[in-house]
């Protein structure tokens, strides 16, 4: 049985950028992070390895050293559930600046107000108001 399972989010260089901007709309917090130093494998003062919250789902992201062909994906998601129409408004305006609008602000049927973007990082959210 495993001891927990984190979601864990690959960036090349813009991890503590990403993370920032999550915990601060989410009302979110670091809970750990180390950076790279001198002489080590990646590129000193990005992360090594980083732990935070947001909506109170924990979260890990880290900095590769190595680049990579491949960034992510929309088939894997964060689904949030907001509580109001202002929360999911103001997120999806947020996340979607610089990124990708997948599924614009509508009812489509299961939801009162729905959404899907990719934000400037490559990363998908789901925004449901319920």
């Known amino acids: 049985m495993p001891r927990s399972v984190v979601t864990q989010l690959m960036f090349e260089g813009k991890a503590e950028e990403a993370m920032t901007l999550y915990v601060a709309l989410f009302n979110g917090s ?9 002489g080590e494998h990646g590129k000193e003062g990005t992360v090594k390895r980083a732990e935070f919250t947001v909506g109170g ?29 202002a929360e999911l408004d103001k997120a ?22 729905f959404t899907w973007v990719s934000d400037r990082f490559g990363v998908s959210w789901q925004l449901n108001l319920v």
Not at 58 to 75: E, K, M
Not at 92 to 112: C, I, K
């Open 92 to 113: 999806f305006v947020t996340l979607s600046e610089g990124g990708a609008v997948l599924m614009p602000p509508n009812n489509y049927g299961f939801s009162r107000k």
């Open 30 to 38: 670091v809970t750990a992070i180390e950076k790279y130093g001198p």
């Open 57 to 85: 789902h924990y979260l890990a992201c880290i900095d590769s050293p190595i680049p990579h062909a491949f960034t992510f994906t929309p088939s894997a998601s964060l689904f949030v559930e907001c509580s109001d129409e």
